[in-house]
């Protein structure tokens, strides 16, 4: 029975392994009808289940690796950039939704993504703040020193600016940001990324001395709809947002020019010319024809019109380069499935290690005693930190993906596991241990056939509750790119789409449940009552 | 067999133990009485290196206890405690043979001796393959002594084996311990805290108040010269069915 989790973890591993080769595969479209490999299919499945991690982090294949940020406008152009590049025949991996700018200028220069695309003025503002940048080529020399170079302006500028409900605005007879000053009472609703800009609203209320004690960071595609649900009542919007009309918002004029120009455009690192001048050469062809008003047209057709960033971008090739990229579109069972193998991947990973580990660690809580406030201490310490910063905090470390969010994961699973074997094993009544002792058996042999069967009820409900944690919390990994049922919610914040939303939040809820029955099923089967 | 020397244990601030001697020699069958709280069962737990004395030492066969021959001393004691002993996640069967398992005995040698033990405390054979928790508190006992007579201990150690069995039950399990013992002829040493139970099974007696022995001897010797009046109360405590009031 001690062998049970360890068992357990293999097979989980193992399978995990396996069904995400098969994902592989699909995604490849590699036809494997050869079933007569299945041996040699198995070896690999094993191999790949053993040194998972480490394969998974050594993926190093000359695909082109894409980010975008959170925002509708940033994915599509991610898709545009990753479809361009597929139908010149390069392998490209898009990370949509990857994060706000600093995360994918991280990742870039930490050659986790390649190419993604973002403004000049945020460049300016955010990442070069202090510099003295007054044209494009003092921008370029600039990002030079960081090694990463920059397409020509996509042609459309993005800027920021403030917005509210048109007739509230006329109301108050409010027409520019300076208008603002007399209205101390309004409610501002800002996103995050804007809230703590230099060229956002810190630098803004500042610039323009406004006064105002209401305000509140939300997501910027909630934004909209908490506007006309009237919870806030000036915004910040991107002057290519597709709402601004749908909504019909009053637009408040930059009256002191604060606002600096936002040219969009394709960073890439430099060494990428030397290596994939191809890939180079083909997003430079983008330069120049994404105007504002076809901006502005293909963010409406994703965000108001429910279209999908592939079928968008694929028109925007098609119309504007006369390229034909195949686009498929997945249906929603095919994509349900996806996420479920992405989100079982997160957890059956992170959960097996975490078992591995933990219960080793709760046995040395509870047998050496040096050692068991340090332990138990330092997991319930991990347990502490709010789940979203653990995940952030792990980007500097293992940068984005599922390996940052599995270490995540894992450190989350550790405390019930490692607190239920220490419980476990100390709770063991007094008598009990005496006789073990009394039949002159080594501790070793103590701790094998009395002590850790004894305590099986307890690590298995402690394994229970990291699952059914780690099931939930595993959705936040769609924000560092790691997929799973995290990434339609996220797409669903994005597109304000509550459809979406339930596509990650149902079957993460079913999951934890269906989670929760299976420990219920083997604590039957080992003949334990519920404990 | 057993020697005591000196053996002195505190806990916290209170003294449990307050020097004691005591010699058991081989094939006697020893009834270590006293009050609660006077010692006795930690005492025996000494005896059985499961709990270290603060000055003293302990033989077993001539060997002084020490934490490197620990373990290879407790196979030559069998220990049965009042209750609780037995592993619940095991069956009566291994309960019984977890420590000559562990000592690689052959299967056949197991079984055999499991068989022939389950003949003396008079088990039926089918009981040995149920858990602890489906078989009666007198069933559960005559495994305890199963397992401690398992790899054939020169010494058995007893901690008020029957002090949580009804009237009827510990009755017959009296006559049949002392049956046993008689046949055995091991080194016997018995914690209780019943007079009765101790004159029946011992040859002899040993009576503790407050860590010290208070006095030593057959039942016949300490009834007609008690050597304080503690001693004294402590016989006439121990009431007749047939008592007036």
Redesign the interface.
């Known amino acids: 029975m001690r062998y049970l989790s360890t068992i357990l973890s293999f097979r989980l591993i193992s399978v995990m392994a396996e069904k995400l080769e098969n994902l592989k595969m699909r995604v490849k479209k590699v036809s494997s009808s050869d079933s007569t490999h299945s041996l040699e299919m198995k070896k690999t499945v094993l191999t790949l289940g053993i040194c998972f991690l480490v394969l998974f982090s050594l993926t190093a294949q000359p695909t082109v690796k894409i980010g975008s940020k959170l925002f509708t406008e940033s994915v599509i152009l991610g898709e545009i950039t990753s479809q361009l590049l597929e139908v010149n025949g390069l392998e490209t991996e898009y990370t949509k939704q990857l994060g706000g700018t600093r995360i994918l200028w991280n990742a870039l220069l930490a050659e986790e993504i390649d190419i993604y695309p973002d403004y000049t003025g945020t460049l300016i503002q955010e990442i070069l703040q202090g510099k003295e940048i007054n044209s494009f080529e003092e921008l370029q020399f600039e990002l030079r020193s960081f090694d990463i170079g920059a397409t020509q302006p996509l042609g459309f500028n993005n800027t920021y600016a403030l917005g509210m409900n048109r007739k509230q605005a006329e109301e108050l007879n409010l027409n520019k940001i300076s208008d603002l000053k007399k209205h101390q009472e309004l409610k501002y609703g800002f996103s995050n990324e804007f809230l703590d800009r230099n060229d956002g609203w810190k630098g803004l209320r500042e610039f323009y001395k406004i006064n105002a004690s209401n305000v509140t960071g939300l997501d910027h595609d909630l934004a909209y709809r908490g506007l006309e649900a009237g919870n806030i009542e000036v915004i910040d919007l991107y002057s290519t947002d597709a709402e601004i009309e749908y909504y019909d918002l009053k637009v408040l004029e930059d009256d002191l020019e604060f606002f600096p120009a936002y040219e969009a455009v394709i960073l890439y690192r430099l060494d990428m010319e030397r290596s994939n001048p191809e890939a180079i050469k083909l997003i430079k062809q983008l330069e120049g024809i994404v105007t504002e008003p076809k901006m502005v047209a293909m963010n409406a057709a994703v965000k108001l019109n429910g279209r999908s960033d592939a079928e968008v971008a694929s028109d925007f090739l098609e119309d504007n380069m006369s390229l034909d990229s195949e686009i498929q579109i997945e249906t929603l069972w095919t994509r349900l499935w996806r996420n479920t193998l992405g989100h079982l991947y997160l957890v059956g990973i992170s959960l097996s290690l975490a078992i591995l580990i933990a219960i080793p660690l709760g046995i040395i809580a509870a047998k050496v005693r040096s050692m068991e406030s340090t332990v138990i201490g330092f997991v319930g310490i991990l347990q502490t930190i709010p789940s979203l910063a653990l995940l952030v905090f792990m980007i500097p470390l293992l940068g984005i993906g599922s390996v940052p969010a599995m270490a995540a994961l894992f450190l989350y699973s550790l405390l019930p596991i490692v607190r239920n074997t220490h419980s476990g094993i100390k709770n063991i009544p007094e008598p009990m241990m005496e006789s073990a002792h009394a039949l002159g058996l080594p501790n070793s042999v103590i701790l094998n056939k009395i002590e850790l069967p004894l305590a099986v009820p307890t690590i298995l409900a402690g394994i229970k509750t990291s699952a059914v944690i780690n099931v939930g919390t595993a959705t936040l990994g769609a924000l560092i790119g790691a997929g799973g049922y995290g990434q339609p919610i996220l797409t669903g914040i994005r597109l304000d789409s509550t459809a979406l939303i339930l596509e990650g939040a149902i079957p993460a809820a079913l999951l934890a449940l269906l989670v929760q029955g299976f420990f219920d099923l083997i604590e039957k089967w080992l003949g334990y009552e519920r404990v | 067999m057993i020697s005591v020397k000196n053996i002195e244990k505190s806990y916290s601030s209170k003294k449990v133990l307050k020097g004691i001697d005591l010699d058991i020699s081989k094939g006697k069958t020893v009834a270590l009485i006293g009050p609660s709280g006077c010692g006795k069962s930690t005492l025996l ?1 000494i005896i ?1 290196g ?1 709990i270290e004395a603060d000055t003293g030492t302990v033989s077993i066969a001539g060997e002084i206890l020490s934490d490197k021959n ?6 030559k ?1 069998g ?1 049965v ?9 095991l069956t009566a069967r291994e309960n019984t043979t ?2 000559a398992e ?1 000592l690689g005995w052959e299967s056949s040698k197991i079984e055999k001796r499991l068989y022939e033990l389950a003949e003396l405390v008079q088990i039926d054979k089918k009981l040995l393959d149920r858990k602890p928790d489906d078989i009666s508190g007198g069933q559960a006992q005559r495994i ?1 002594l199963i ?1 401690a007579l398992m790899l054939d201990p020169e010494i058995i150690l007893l901690d008020e084996p029957l002090g949580s069995i009804d009237p009827l039950v510990r009755h017959e399990l009296q006559t049949d311990l002392k049956k046993i013992f008689q046949q055995l002829q091991k080194t016997v040493l018995l914690v209780t805290h019943d007079l009765g139970e101790a004159a029946f099974l011992g040859s002899e007696i040993v009576l503790m108040k407050d860590g010290e022995i208070i006095q030593q001897g057959d039942i016949r010797s300490i009834m007609n010269n008690p050597a304080n009046e503690f001693v004294e109360q402590f016989i006439t405590a121990q009431r007749s069915p047939l008592e007036e009031y």
């Not at chain 2, 620990?70 to 196979?75: K, M």
């Not at chain 2, 405690?81 to 996640?89: D, E, N, S, V």
């Open positions: 737990r059985m499961l620990v373990l290879q001393l407790r196979h004691m220990y405690i009042q209750k609780g002993g037995l592993f619940p996640h977890i420590t562990y305890s397992r």
